[in-house]
């Protein structure tokens, strides 16, 4: 009998309005959580952000360095390429003069790589200058650079998130980026630097496969600023469920590094043009100021989290373009003399005399035309006036019209005398 009594259920700890109210106080612990450390959360100073970046940077660069040497050991330790057969060279075709190496070229520009001055580099500041006040007096007449900003942020790299963005504004500085302390470094096939001493070995540094790369410092102070609004959207659990206006405007206060210049010659058997390579060095500074602006009645002004998050996005899209070990390598167009490139000279002469007399041709057609018009306006005028003339003379009444009695006919009536 014991065995058929059913066990009594044991009852649960909490019931269900119990564990409702629990959900209800974990989720607003949550979201309190995180509008404390996320929203109203302190970002660390520039300096140590700065600082941090650039251990960051520097542990990078040391890696890549170290797998290079590692793999120049390994095919070192492997046995070198069999020698192939060379072919007979013609006797007809002169031969042209070697390539000139390292040394031929540091010893015909009598440049000294281990006792050569820095260079200032004022001349190329002036041209730079110039460059930079021509592209932003074009820029203040032509929509070209916003038209192209507005297409690159809505492009295809754009979230479904986020809304249309537009570009509220654009400011591309006053001052000028200062070039200084130019020197030149011999570095080997991968950009490594190439240990220096007191006494250069060029024929040895020819060897190795070096070539000569330009380093410069780089410094600006500027205020360039890009300002956009758009709108997060919730698309869940249905699409446009909800939309938070967001404004943003990206300054870039202040650059300083160092710029890597170098040239790769062009290679005739393979068809590659020569090529220009630049990079920045991994110990340069880059400072933003952001500016936000969350909602649309009650907003929130210039989180730190969120100018925290832009600052770390774009180092990062900075650092995988052009900061070593990756560089931006740009093929260069042949600087051989055309003849469809000449100017100056008679042509120019030339050319001054044709627009000249285009110019003259122009003046006169102008003022043919200006003389036409005249004249047509004065034969109008002069046709006006005839007309009113005509139309004036026509209804001046006739001198036997005086005495006529209306309804005779005209000679019906004889002549009187007037007494004198």
Known sequence: MAQDVCPAKTEPALSFTQGFILGQISIVLLVAAFIRFFIFGEAPSPEVTASIRARERRSRTLAHKKSLLSLRESNARQPGPQPTLTKKKSSILRSSPPTLTIGAILDKTYYKVDSHQPESLDWFN??????????????QHDDAILTSLTKALNGPSRPDFVDEIRVTELTLGEDFPIFSNCRIIPV??????????????????TREGARLQARMDVDLSDMITLAVETKLLL???????????????????????????????????????????????????????????????????????????????????????????????IALPSLWPRKKNTRGGDEAIADAERSASKARGMDIARDLRAEAMRDGETEADARTDRTH??????????????????????????????PT
């Open 126 to 139: 002036v041209l730079i200058a110039q460059t930079i006040a021509q592209f932003r007096s074009d820029a």
């Open 188 to 205: 080997d096939e991968d950009g490594l630097d190439l240990k220096v001493d007191k006494a250069f070995d060029a024929n040895k540094a």
């Open 235 to 329: 698309n869940f659990p249905k699409r446009l469920s909800a939309a938070l206006p967001v404004a943003l405007a990206v300054s870039v206060v202040r650059f300083s590094g160092t710029l890597s210049i170098s040239f790769i010659p062009s290679n005739p058997s393979e068809n590659t043009p020569t090529k220009m390579t630049f990079t920045f060095l991994d110990d340069y500074r880059l400072d933003f100021s952001v500016r936000s602006l969350l909602g649309s009645r009650s907003r929130l002004q210039d989180v730190p989290k969120i100018a925290q998050l832009i600052e770390s996005r774009l180092h990062s899209w900075f650092d995988e373009r052009c900061v070593e070990p990756r560089f931006q390598e």
């Open 389 to 418: 003339e005509s139309l004036r003379y026509r209804r001046r009444p006739r001198a036997e019209d005086a005495f006529s009695v209306a309804g005779s006919m005209p000679g019906a009536m004889p002549d009187l005398e007037i």
